[in-house]
């Protein structure tokens, strides 16, 4: 009996390619998330050789958002931005509006976009990805530090802008594309170009005020309702179904909110992790999908990497430079900026903006759904790709670079048989590679 192994190959290609191109990678002192993304590249339909399907990819890249999504919401720690809201949350904002100002500046001027594209494209550079920063601070054990604060709580404000970005950007796009139609309809029919902007506001209402009630009632009802199903499942003491347990409410819910109120799948995982944050059992939940989170996660980045066209290296070198020069100087020099202007000394400024220069798993998000909704051109979203992969190669030379200009030491080697010191908890969640 034939078998269609198609899923069975995406699977093994995805994890295998995945596992040695990362190994690759931390070997090289660079973040896996380069080899997972250089993984998807290898089983692309742009390169030789085995191409993996990439319709099974952005099914499962699809589930990996969304596991990605609820572990950002079971780590989201309100304590931990109240502590540092006077720096991150001004910050955060600051540098979001520099980056998509000099994103739409360069794709406006210099690239020929339009305002829309070009300004989405700014967007999806101005958010640091949340697997490089932890593991750059992890590894220099600066998460518990006043900087690894600051920089954490601005990461935080980053990622709660990109989450209400996902709900708003396919309303604005819808926004903009309806009153063309109607313009281009009414050039037949006598009527105004601007005779649906009711309609379309009524719609975008609509949307808003559905996604508010599908809010509303995941905190009153589901506040209730989540933590006493996971209390009974805990009681069974089976592992297992405590597992399946957080997995079918992180998956469920996001289809509730998709199917029943119009939100995305990203939104309803987001939210579903937030109720159960403060729960008895929700540092539970977390280390049971940790694991499922990673897996899946690791095939969101393959996936993004099978989207991925080298060959605009070579075609666009100037433009992928520009993109570069945003991510890596621009949003480090808006970091030093509202950091000097609330008067940060000059080794946790220069280590802030540091770990803010590089763009990572929102930016593919963004510009995944860019292109889907037909805003961003594949050669938009492939420089922003290369723009993602050039940021996290340079990002522990830019750390370099940042320790030589706060005259920092270089650290001393270990002692032969020293014990390392204990890594400290992670405030906001795990690393996804």
């Known amino acids: 009996m034939p078998h269609d192994d198609s899923l069975i190959l995406m699977l093994v290609a995805g994890f295998v390619l ?22 998807g590249v290898v089983v692309g339909p742009f390169t030789p050789g085995w191409v993996a399907d990439a319709g099974l990819a952005q099914q499962l890249a699809e589930i990996g958002v969304i596991l990605l999504m609820f572990g950002v919401g079971l780590h989201f720690s309100p304590r931990d931005l109240l502590q540092v809201r006077k720096v991150a949350v001004p ?10 100002a000099l994103g739409w500046a360069v794709g406006r001027f210099f690239m020929g976009l339009n305002d829309v594209e070009a300004a989405l494209m700014g967007f999806s550079l101005s958010v640091a990805s949340t697997v490089v920063l932890l593991r750059a ?10 900087t ?57 209402g609509g949307t808003l005020l559905s996604i508010g009630i599908f809010v509303a009632f995941m905190l009153l009802v589901g506040g209730r309702v989540l933590p006493w199903v996971l209390v009974r499942i805990a009681h069974t003491r089976s592992r297992e179904l ?47 999908a940790l694991p499922l989170r990673d897996a899946f996660a690791v095939l969101f980045f393959v996936s993004v990497g099978m989207l991925f066209d080298p060959r605009v290296l070579l075609e666009q070198p100037i433009a992928v430079a ?19 202007l ?3 000394e000059r080794m946790p400024s220069l280590l802030i903006a540091a770990s803010l220069a590089q763009i990572g798993e929102f930016s593919f998000i963004l510009a995944g759904v860019g292109l ?36 920092k030491p270089p650290k001393p080697p270990q002692a032969p048989g020293e014990p390392e010191a204990a890594a400290p908890s992670q405030p906001y969640g795990q690393p996804y590679g």
């Open 137 to 146: 601070l992890e590894e220099r054990k600066q998460v518990k530090t006043e």
């Open 322 to 340: 520009l993109v570069v020069a945003i991510i890596v100087g621009g949003k480090a020099l808006a970091a030093l900026a509202i950091t000097s």
């Open 242 to 288: 405590f597992t399946l347990g957080v997995l079918a409410i992180s998956l469920g819910i996001a289809y509730l909110a998709y199917a029943v109120f119009g939100a995305s799948f990203a939104l309803g995982a987001f939210i579903a992790g937030l109720v159960l944050n403060g729960t008895p059992l929700g540092h539970n939940a977390a280390e049971r």
């Open 91 to 100: 910050g955060a904002l600051f540098q979001i509006a520099a980056a998509t």
């Open 342 to 344: 609330f008067k940060l």
């Open 18 to 39: 995945a596992f040695v191109l990362g190994m690759l990678a931390l070997r090289f002192k660079l973040s896996p998330l380069v080899g997972y993304l250089l993984a």
């Open 372 to 407: 889907k909704l037909e805003a961003l051109s594949r050669e938009t979203h492939d420089l922003i790709l290369a723009g993602a992969l050039i940021s996290i190669v340079l990002n522990p030379f830019v750390f370099k670079l940042a320790d030589r200009l706060s005259g």
């Open 148 to 204: 690894g604060r600051i920089a954490v709580g601005w990461l935080i404000v980053e990622d709660l802008v990109m989450v209400v970005a996902l709900v708003l950007i396919p309303l604005v796009a819808t926004a903009g594309a309806v009153p063309e139609a109607a313009a281009a309809q009414g050039a037949v029919q006598g009527a105004g170009p601007g005779a649906d902007w009711g309609a379309v506001g009524l719609k975008i």
